[in-house]
């Protein structure tokens, strides 16, 4: 089967209703958070994805007991209680494509006996991990070889673990939860003045009544965890992934005369800055029976196309709540009248691929004027940009967004489209592909 996907026609105008693959923030943290619970816990509609897969590939060889039905996307954790794996010695966790799965899960590991050798794909050791290790080492915890910052390494705890202060200035959800997940078995209490960035895992674990207490600044958040003896059980729905929502957002708002419910999408403030940022460029997007489920806001998302669509100077207060999805809005931005400006997006050039790297790559292919520096970018919009060449999107380091956002640029702005690299996708969302052809994308 080849992994390639053709585009040569645009996609016409639909008028319909969907639901996108689940959370996959909210899938992993659901799973490693059960682990550490007492007894039975239970996912429903769980994202079966790669990443969530790996993790709990991971649980299962740290002596935890999982139960998966990936056809009804129901999955059981029986977990010993906080620390309580149980596993061989020499064991190697593979995190494969998953960043939030291989730093979160150091946060567990803080009092291992044994060494536990950690290793990823390609593209996650390329990534880095002294983030990960600075902060564990004043903890007390090892990491093997000494001065290596990438994977493959090799954890080791202490008993003697030592609580700390610490300031996350990155604004990274992965540091900031892998932290508290240290906090939790570290005797006292851990303080962590975080930078703002998604806070699924505080609302879990206020949600579960463990000592967690956050206190809300303009631009930190200062959080108070105190060693943890018991977490009870959790059952949770997961609900739709807005960074997957966001492909269709944007599908809708550049098609012509097309209307899209997106059902029950986790739309947390902390995730959802997207849509703060397509509201300001004139989109037309409503949300809808908003409700909050354990903590968390959900809601279904009403979008419209749009034809007059405005440029953005994006304030970088909106950087870290819509992290995963500027590739996506890059493509709006290219279309919007005027001259949009992101910047200090530094991280960006730090996930799965180099993707400011990339969407510069991809919008010069597409002939849109940009200016590019080290952090930041100013896209020139063209109100009417068409395409009518042939492009192709290769060496990307197999990054699923890139994938989702070359084949969105196919649908929406035309010309003939060999988009590589199609399983890159199955790292998060599986369904992509099928959904663009529920709404009525046809590929050769
Ligand atoms: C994630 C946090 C973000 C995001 C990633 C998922 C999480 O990474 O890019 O896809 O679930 O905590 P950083 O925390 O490194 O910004």
């Not at 969530?52 to 996307?73: A, D, E, H, P, R």
């Not at 906090?183 to 699924?200: E, L, Q, W, Y």
């Not at 419910?261 to 959802?272: E, G």
């Not at 100013?378 to 068409?386: Q, V």
């Amino acid at each position: 089967m080849t992994n390639s996907i053709l585009i040569n026609k645009k996609i016409k105008d639909y008028n319909k209703k969907i639901n996108v693959s689940s959370d996959k923030s909210i899938s992993i943290r659901w799973a490693l958070i059960a682990s550490q619970a007492i007894g039975k816990s239970k996912a429903s509609n769980l994202l079966i994805s790669e990443d969530v897969l790996s993790t709990l590939n991971c649980l299962k060889k740290l002596g935890i007991k999982v139960n998966l039905n990936k056809k009804k996307k129901i999955c059981e954790i029986f977990g010993n209680g906080i620390n309580g794996f149980n596993y061989k010695k020499n064991i190697i966790l593979n995190a494969n494509n998953s960043g939030t799965l291989a730093r979160l899960i150091c946060g567990l590991l803080v009092k291992s006996k044994n060494n536990i050798k950690i290793i990823g794909d390609k593209s996650l050791s390329r990534r880095d991990f002294s983030r990960v290790i600075d902060p564990l080492n004043k903890f007390g915890v090892n990491f093997y070889p000494k001065f290596k910052k990438k994977l493959p390494l090799i954890i080791k705890g202490t008993e003697f673990l030592r609580p700390i202060e610490f300031v996350e200035k990155i604004g990274s959800a992965q540091v900031k939860s892998l932290l508290i997940f240290a906090g939790m078995n570290a005797p006292g209490t851990t303080i962590i003045h975080a930078k703002k960035s998604r806070d699924h895992t505080e609302k879990f674990l206020k949600h579960l009544k463990i000592p967690i207490k956050i206190t809300k600044k303009n631009s930190y958040d200062i959080i108070k965890i105190s060693e943890t003896k018991k977490i009870d059980p959790i059952d949770y729905k997961i609900p739709g992934d807005i960074s997957s929502a966001a492909f269709f957002i944007v599908l809708t708002i550049l098609s012509k005369n097309s209307k899209l419910l997106i059902k029950n999408v986790l739309t947390n403030p902390t995730r959802s800055g997207i849509l703060t940022i397509l509201k300001k460029m004139g989109a037309k997007i409503i949300l809808k029976n908003k409700r909050l489920y354990k903590g968390e806001e959900i809601s279904d998302i009403f979008i419209k196309s749009c034809n007059s669509l405005k440029s953005i100077n994006c304030s970088e207060k909106y950087n870290a709540n819509a992290i995963d999805e500027f590739l996506i809005i890059f493509l709006v931005a290219a279309k919007a009248k005027g001259c949009s400006y992101f910047k200090n997006l530094s991280e960006l050039n730090k996930k799965e691929s180099p993707r400011l790297d990339m969407a510069t790559k991809i919008l010069k292919m597409m002939g849109v004027k940009l200016y590019r520096n080290k952090d930041s970018i100013k896209i020139y919009g063209n109100p009417n940009l068409t395409l009518d060449k042939t492009y192709e999107v290769k060496n990307f380091h197999n990054d699923h967004r890139v994938f989702m956002m070359s084949v969105i640029a196919g649908l929406c702005y035309g010309g003939k489209w060999k988009v590589h690299n199609k399983n890159s996708i199955k790292t998060s969302f599986p369904e992509f592909i099928n959904l663009t052809k529920k709404l009525g994308a046809i590929y050769n």
